[in-house]
């Protein structure tokens, strides 16, 4: 069977790939154990993600990590989630810099424990000047919290006096969402076999290619990742045109 990896066209890859990591419980559950031994497998699936996207030159890659209706979970899987998360933000520090990969986070981090968002800054602040790929975690996550956020600061600004209501345009939401500077994500990839979205930045993939696979996240490794890009690759992404405009 040819390899996987070059069956990907360089000059094609998406600048910026999200990634729904689903299925660590029922993963966890297959193997008769409890769910923080799948999250905590998770982590190698990261590690796999993030290495092949940056190897074929991908820009962006943003994980959904956390979102803010986790908190409703089990406090006992919550809690060792935060511990894993701080656990991991130490170990992988060094790893991300041996590859040139800045770390940065989106989501309402302030209101993370205490432990979880000084290990989170310090993460960011120890590779900030990586240049090689951006890993944007999504902790503490909800695209509606982000677009309600987005509103009330653009409301601000315009009671300010700062902008006109007839001012605001699609790119002036865009820059007021906590992914403003990053590109919107070119492909979309859910495991574990759900098909939904899940408040998952909802605004940014309004023209994005989906991908689900039934692969549980922590079985993911880069020959999936490279299987979804070889899908998206041989789609046509048309934007509300049709094939014969985009030949033009």
Same mark, same amino acid.
């Given at each position: 069977m040819m390899d996987l990896k070059s069956q990907i066209n360089i000059e094609k890859l998406p600048r910026h790939i999200a990634i729904i990591m689903d299925g660590n419980g %029922?993963? =966890?559950?297959?193997?008769?154990? !409890?769910r923080v031994f799948g999250h905590r497998n998770?982590? *190698?699936a990261v590690r796999e993600a993030t290495e092949a996207a940056a190897e074929l030159g991908v820009e962006f890659l943003t994980l959904y990590a956390f979102s803010t209706e986790n908190w409703n979970r089990p406090k006992l899987?919550?809690? =060792? +989630? #935060? %511990? +894993?998360l701080v656990e991991t933000l130490h170990k992988e520090v060094e790893t991300l810099n041996k590859n040139d990969i800045r770390l940065q986070a989106i989501g309402d981090i302030r209101n993370l424990p205490e432990r979880t968002y000084q290990a989170l800054l310090q993460g960011i602040e120890r590779t900030k000047n990586n240049s090689r790929m951006t890993l944007v975690l999504a902790l503490n996550y909800s695209s509606r919290w982000e677009v309600v956020e =987005? $509103? %009330?600061s653009l409301a601000r600004q315009v009671l300010a006096g700062e902008i006109r !209501?007839?001012? *605001? $345009?699609?790119? #002036? /939401? $865009?820059d007021a969402l906590t992914t403003g500077g990053i590109p919107d994500p070119e492909l979309l990839i859910r495991t574990s076999g759900e098909n939904r979205i899940s408040n998952f930045l909802l605004w940014q993939i309004a023209y994005s290619e989906l991908y689900f696979? !039934?692969? /549980?996240w922590p079985d993911f490794r880069k020959e999936h990742l490279y299987q979804a890009i070889i899908d998206f690759q041989q789609r046509e992404r048309r934007f509300g045109k049709i094939s014969e405009q985009l030949v033009q």
């Open positions: %029922r993963w =966890a559950k297959q193997h008769g154990k !409890p998770g982590v *190698i899987e919550v809690n =060792a +989630l #935060m %511990r +894993l =987005a $509103s %009330r !209501p007839e001012e *605001i $345009s699609e790119q #002036m /939401f $865009s696979t !039934p692969v /549980f």
